[in-house]
């Protein structure tokens, strides 16, 4: 490890609470756009830009960092390692250093919900969990399908009515017994029931919904990949179409005030930015293996990156949402 973590007294270890079948979505919240879209002129990214790498998060040691959620003044993300059961913290990032906010938390995903609390799929549990981060408690929101266990739920989003939509790959599958037959993507509504958006990909990823919700986007299918949309009528997805094609490893998403969607590109260091018609527009370089990004920053405007044992930022002339 090139930087040492900074190790804060509200660094906590996860204890669990007893499971809970439902969230609380009693007032529907304006869409995450109404909130971090402010009146103005933006600007969409054009061309081949570069981000910066950030020394502060530097990792030598094996692992990801992944799920970046920009919550407060702070980005948090997941680090996790590939020894066994894939060990994971939450860490945050202030613009100085670098700190453990939650100890063996098992998360991959990050996102915030409609109460600013932190929501995350875990591996480790192999559920989608909220953690309370003043005091570690983690409250499962769903933990299974038809009876099984999922295989490692990856990347989520949460809509304004309640809906937690989320990627379950088998990238993690082997972190805790058990698993299902096929990797999915789930919708989990305000009663916690759970539901099959898609059952075709071949490791579904990165997952987002459009600033106006009414589409969800996932990208996976490995060397292979694509981005698929899914038009949302009442929180439930229609057939999904092929948005973008012939995208290598894809992994994470973004999404900025305008529509455009960042989806990253593991293997090939990069985040390719397509408007809401599937027209490329720019390309991100970075200088290590991708994962996922997130809008944050003073303005909203900065997009974070994470990936091995990277993370990196640039500066844009577009606010974003925070995951």
């Known amino acids: ?124 549990y192999k559920a989608v969990a909220r953690f309370n981060l003043k005091d570690g408690q983690r409250q499962e929101l769903a933990s299974q399908y038809q009876g099984q266990a999922f295989n490692s739920p990856n990347d989520l989003t949460m809509s304004a009515r309640g809906d937690i939509y989320f990627t379950d790959p088998d990238f993690q599958r082997a972190a805790a017994p058990g698993g299902q037959d096929a990797t999915r993507v789930y919708r989990v509504d305000a009663q916690g029931q759970v539901s099959v958006v898609d059952d075709t990909i071949a490791n579904p990823n990165g997952i987002s919904l459009s600033p106006d919700e009414q589409t969800l986007y996932v990208a996976g299918g490995g060397e292979n990949g694509f981005v698929r949309s899914y038009p949302l009528d009442n929180g439930e997805a229609g057939a999904g179409q092929t948005l973008l094609a012939d995208v290598t490893v894809p992994d994470g998403m973004a999404i900025d005030c305008l529509g455009n969607i960042y989806v990253t590109e593991h293997t090939k260091q990069r985040v390719r930015v397509i408007t809401p018609e599937g027209d490329e527009i720019a390309i991100i370089h970075v200088d290590a293996n991708i994962t996922n990004g997130a809008f944050g920053g003073e303005n909203g405007k900065t997009l974070y990156l994470t990936g091995a044992g990277a993370l990196w930022s640039i500066e844009l002339d577009v606010a974003g949402l925070p995951y």
């Open 1 to 124: 490890m090139q930087k040492s973590l900074v190790s804060l007294g509200f660094a906590l270890s996860v204890t669990a609470c007893a499971q809970s079948t439902t969230h609380d979505v009693s007032d529907v919240q304006p869409v995450r756009s109404d909130t971090y879209c402010a009146a103005g002129e933006y600007q969409a990214p054009r061309g081949a830009l570069e981000a910066t790498r950030i020394e502060a998060a530097d990792f030598s040691a094996p692992g990801l960092y992944e799920g970046p959620v920009w919550v407060g003044d702070k980005l948090l993300f997941s680090r996790f390692g590939f020894g066994a059961g894939f060990p994971s913290n939450v860490l945050s990032y202030d613009g100085q250093e670098v700190a453990v906010v939650l100890a063996d938390a098992g998360t991959n995903g990050l996102a915030i919900d409609n109460a600013n609390q932190l929501i995350a799929g875990t591996h480790k």
